[in-house]
């Protein structure tokens, strides 16, 4: 089936170029076609594309020369010619050889799939060095083996050269472009690798102050930046789009209990996330392997709600970080009914309901996280000198302070502690005075 009339919902924007979208559906997965389609929609108006049209057909397995079939092919051919579409994005991978087949089938337009529609938009929105130098990675270990089909015209010269030449104009010109596009991926490797060792001395010193590390994952568009906005007044980018921010950003937060956290947004995540991307960030997406706890914002809103909890759990599973401590927190929940949040609640009674919009349900969210905090602590009475008052400050400020009782020797704190702290604090460790009524008035 081929959409020949777009959506009333599309309206048709002449200043941006045309592109006709294309899905396979398998009849498996938790992600209808519609809904796939419809998100590839929003990729491309990211993109700065205007979709005009879809193609849609049922297959059950992809074919290895032109992903749909020739007949189909020669359809959506059709369809861009109709439209004026310069643009036809697959929903899928494709291989090189589909494409190479594609491009010739479907001439003067530019054949995508979505890891390249992808891939576009973490270029246009990567801020950092480091963002531009992994965007950069990812998109070039992804075209090195498709080089032979941008090379066509090349190739069309060195056949068209003189007869019996060995080497001609366009296998010289491939050659090249592979050797420079290899050259660079080197550099671009040990670039990443120096901006990571530099980012793991940070971590280090995060981890080694003892201060309890949340890191905010979730699908993008789920909220994550509004969240860190709300809960710390940070000024983080915010857009209701898709992917507005890449790089990470971490901010302090003060419990009411008087402990420091950090929080720490990372880039939003989608279905067939390429894994050239996951691999290319790795060193950003460390955030969150080295976090504590971790935040899975949801959009409690969008349909699809559960498909897309799925699609980042696959990715945290991917990077290592599946078994970590995780809360669910289920965002914007003042654009869905009351019915509807019992039936959330009902299947996901741990979970923190919230908007970061309005501020509803934050409280909730503070006193969970002042728990999670203090969760696996260890307890232990010190008595510090006053000649150490940076252990006292850095017990309130890293620890929750059960009690503080002045005597004559110095401050008796009784805390609760990463092991950390503990180990910063166990100098002083007052041992005989545990139990004591003084260790337990609070002050």
Same mark, same amino acid.
């Given at each position: 089936?081929?959409?020949?009339?777009?959506?009333?919902?599309?309206?048709?924007?002449?200043?941006?170029?045309?592109?006709?979208?294309?899905?396979?559906?398998?009849?498996?997965?938790?992600?209808?076609?519609?809904?796939?389609?419809?998100?590839?929609? /929003?990729?491309?108006?990211?993109?700065?594309?205007?979709? *005009?049209?879809?193609?849609?057909?049922?297959?059950?397995?992809?074919?290895?020369?032109?992903?749909?079939?020739?007949?189909?092919?020669?359809?959506?051919?059709?369809?861009?010619?109709?439209?004026?579409?310069?643009?036809?994005?697959?929903?899928?991978?494709?291989?090189?050889?589909?494409?190479?087949?594609?491009?010739?089938?479907?001439?003067?337009?530019?054949?995508?799939?979505?890891?390249?529609?992808? /891939?576009?938009?973490?270029?246009?929105?990567?801020?950092?060095?480091?963002?531009?130098?992994?965007?950069?990675?990812?998109?070039?270990? +992804?075209?090195?083996?498709?080089?032979?089909?941008?090379? $066509? !015209?090349?190739?069309?010269?060195?056949?068209?050269?003189?007869?019996?030449?060995?080497?001609?104009?366009?296998?010289?010109?491939?050659?090249?472009?592979?050797?420079?596009?290899?050259?660079?991926?080197?550099?671009?490797?040990?670039?990443?690798?120096?901006?990571?060792? #530099?980012?793991?001395?940070?971590?280090?010193?995060?981890?080694?102050?003892?201060?309890?590390?949340?890191?905010?994952?979730? +699908?993008?568009?789920? $909220?994550?930046?509004?969240?860190?906005?709300?809960?710390?007044?940070?000024?983080?980018?915010? +857009?209701?789009?898709?992917?507005?921010?890449?790089?990470?950003?971490?901010?302090?937060?003060? /419990?009411?209990?008087?402990?420091?956290?950090?929080?720490?947004?990372?880039?939003?995540?989608?279905?067939?996330?390429?894994?050239?991307?996951?691999?290319?960030?790795?060193?950003?997406?460390?955030?969150?392997?080295?976090?504590?706890?971790?935040? !899975?914002?949801?959009?409690?809103?969008?349909?699809?709600?559960?498909?897309?909890?799925?699609? *980042?759990?696959?990715?945290?599973?991917?990077?290592?970080?599946?078994?970590?401590?995780?809360?669910?927190?289920?965002?914007?929940?003042? #654009?869905?009914?009351?019915?509807?949040?019992?039936?959330?609640?009902?299947?996901?009674?741990?979970? *923190?309901?919230?908007?970061?919009?309005?501020?509803?349900?934050?409280?909730?969210?503070?006193?969970?996280?002042?728990?999670?905090?203090?969760?696996?602590?260890?307890?232990?009475?010190?008595?510090?000198?006053?000649?150490?008052?940076?252990?006292?400050?850095?017990?309130?400020?890293?620890?929750?302070?059960?009690?503080? !009782? !002045?005597?004559?020797? $110095?401050?008796?704190?009784?805390?609760?502690?990463?092991?950390?702290?503990?180990?910063?604090?166990?100098?002083?460790?007052?041992?005989?005075?545990?139990?004591?009524?003084?260790?337990?008035?609070?002050?």
């Amino acid at each position: 089936m081929s959409g020949r009339n777009r959506p009333p919902e599309w309206e048709r924007d002449d200043s941006r170029p045309r592109a006709v979208l294309v899905g396979v559906d398998r009849g498996s997965g938790e992600w209808p076609l519609e809904d796939s389609l419809a998100e590839l929609h /929003l990729l491309a108006d990211t993109a700065g594309l205007d979709p *005009v049209a879809t193609a849609q057909q049922r297959l059950d397995k992809a074919n290895p020369r032109t992903f749909v079939g020739s007949g189909k092919a020669e359809e959506i051919a059709s369809l861009a010619t109709e439209e004026a579409a310069s643009i036809v994005i697959f929903d899928d991978d494709l291989s090189p050889r589909q494409q190479a087949n594609l491009e010739s089938m479907i001439p003067g337009v530019r054949i995508m799939d979505r890891t390249t529609l992808i /891939l576009d938009i973490f270029a246009m929105h990567a801020v950092s060095r480091e963002g531009k130098l992994q965007v950069e990675l990812a998109q070039l270990e +992804y075209l090195l083996p498709r080089l032979r089909g941008l090379w $066509g !015209h090349l190739e069309r010269e060195r056949l068209g050269g003189g007869r019996g030449a060995r080497f001609g104009a366009g296998e010289s010109q491939l050659e090249t472009d592979r050797r420079l596009a290899r050259r660079r991926i080197a550099d671009l490797k040990r670039d990443l690798a120096n901006v990571a060792s #530099a980012r793991e001395t940070q971590r280090k010193s995060r981890a080694e102050s003892g201060v309890f590390r949340v890191a905010l994952v979730g +699908y993008t568009n789920a $909220g994550k930046s509004t969240l860190l906005n709300t809960l710390t007044g940070a000024d983080v980018l915010s +857009y209701d789009m898709l992917f507005a921010t890449l790089d990470s950003t971490t901010r302090r937060l003060a /419990l009411a209990d008087g402990r420091e956290i950090t929080l720490t947004d990372t880039v939003g995540f989608i279905n067939k996330l390429p894994h050239g991307l996951v691999e290319a960030f790795k060193s950003t997406l460390a955030e969150v392997t080295d976090a504590d706890l971790l935040l !899975h914002v949801i959009d409690a809103s969008h349909p699809l709600a559960e498909a897309q909890m799925s699609a *980042v759990d696959l990715v945290l599973e991917e990077v290592g970080a599946a078994k970590l401590p995780s809360l669910l927190v289920f965002n914007k929940i003042d #654009a869905i009914d009351a019915e509807e949040r019992t039936r959330l609640a009902a299947r996901h009674p741990s979970a *923190v309901f919230l908007s970061a919009r309005t501020g509803e349900g934050m409280d909730a969210l503070l006193e969970r996280l002042s728990v999670e905090a203090a969760r696996g602590g260890t307890t232990l009475t010190v008595l510090v000198p006053y000649t150490r008052g940076d252990l006292v400050q850095l017990a309130h400020e890293r620890a929750h302070v059960v009690s503080e !009782h !002045h005597t004559e020797e $110095g401050t008796r704190l009784v805390v609760q502690a990463s092991d950390e702290v503990s180990n910063r604090l166990s100098e002083f460790e007052d041992a005989a005075s545990e139990g004591s009524p003084a260790d337990t008035t609070a002050q």
